[in-house]
């Protein structure tokens, strides 16, 4: 090898590591693969632990408030027939429902759909299945007058009842004392809304959002990691594990053809006309529902595991 040559190769090594030197300075540094989340830090990112109680700034809790609202839930003498009550469609040991497909009113009057379970229900965006009570105030409120809950012919009649039933007269004024005329229909949903509002139903899963990772089985957080997984989390997050808002049950299909239901509901559109309002439905909250079968709008699936099913084929085809 002549001079030139070597001197050459020398060049060419500088050279070399001159640049292997400024591409190690000059490259950005590397992004370092953040680990993923742990299912308990997942859970979190989804869904909330509940609160102690369900009161808001617009409908506080005061003790009067809650003791008559608690009284009225279980008092069927203001319905029609003497015979219905918020708790015959609301029941306690039925963890707040009646376990019917469709509920019966006031001179066995059918409902036209589900009672979903009262507990947490104040959590929710709205209430009824399609939406057309914007609380449980109004929903409270209104049932007076249902056709098909306590079939009154109108307001009147009841605060005709209420201030001739021994006790309520003095109940209200204590409930609502700045009201000069304190019993009327607004103000027996404001009653039943505070106690309903009582109603939260805590459980293991709460625990487990709060930090205590054994509070739920082994089995239980296989399935927790399913149902993020799989996107059940898209409808089914937040406080009451949904409620939040209205999807079309049966998106590429039609509903009934699963569910093999006896008649059809276009859901919200009977409230609004509009038609893209067509079979959409308020999301049910997900809590307690192991135990408040049957389950959809209509009662249509008797079971959990055929509820869940059914609900993945509505929306696959």
């Known amino acids: 090898m002549n001079s030139h040559s070597f001197t050459a190769n020398k060049q060419l090594a500088r050279w070399t590591l001159g640049l292997a030197w400024a ?31 369900m009161a808001t700034e617009e409908f506080p809790l005061t003790p009067a408030r809650v003791a008559l609202g608690r009284k009225l839930f279980f008092d069927p003498r203001l319905s029609l027939d003497g015979t219905v009550s918020c708790a015959t469609c609301h029941r306690p040991a039925l963890y707040g429902t009646d376990a019917l497909a469709k509920s019966i009113g006031v001179e066995h009057r059918p409902n036209p759909r589900n009672a979903p379970t ?17 609380n449980v105030e109004e929903q409270a409120m209104k049932s007076l007058i249902g056709n098909a809950s ?30 000069p005329e304190p019993v009327k229909p607004e103000n027996w949903g404001k ?31 296989q399935g927790l990691k399913a149902f993020i997984d799989i996107g059940c ?12 808002g209205f999807r079309k049950f049966g998106i590429f299909g039609d509903y009934w053809r699963e569910t093999a239901s006896a008649s059809i509901d276009e859901g919200r559109f009977n409230e609004t006309k509009a038609p893209a309002d067509k079979y959409l439905f308020k999301v049910p909250g997900l809590r307690n529902v192991a135990m408040t079968p049957p389950y959809f709008h209509d009662g249509s699936v008797s079971t959990a595991e055929n509820r ?10």
């Open 191 to 221: 009653a039943l809304g505070a106690y309903e509002r009582t109603l939260v139903s805590p459980s293991p899963f709460d625990a487990y959002l709060k930090g205590d990772d054994k509070a739920i089985s082994p089995q239980a957080r």
């Open 150 to 179: 306590f079939g009154n012919p109108a307001f009147a009649a009841v605060a005709g009842k209420l201030n001739t039933l021994p006790g309520y007269s003095a109940e209200f004024k204590q409930a609502f004392p700045n009201d």
């Open 233 to 244: 989390v898209s409808c089914h997050g937040g406080v009451a594990i949904g409620g939040a």
């Open 308 to 317: 869940g099913t059914e609900r993945q084929r509505s929306e696959d085809f």
């Open 23 to 53: 591409a190690a300075v000059l490259a950005p540094p590397a992004q370092a693969q953040e680990p993923e989340p742990s299912l308990p830090a997942k859970a979190r990112q989804w869904f909330s632990p509940l609160p102690a109680d």
């Open 118 to 134: 009262v507990l947490n229900a104040a959590l929710q965006f709205k209430a009824h299945w399609i939406g057309d009570r914007a």
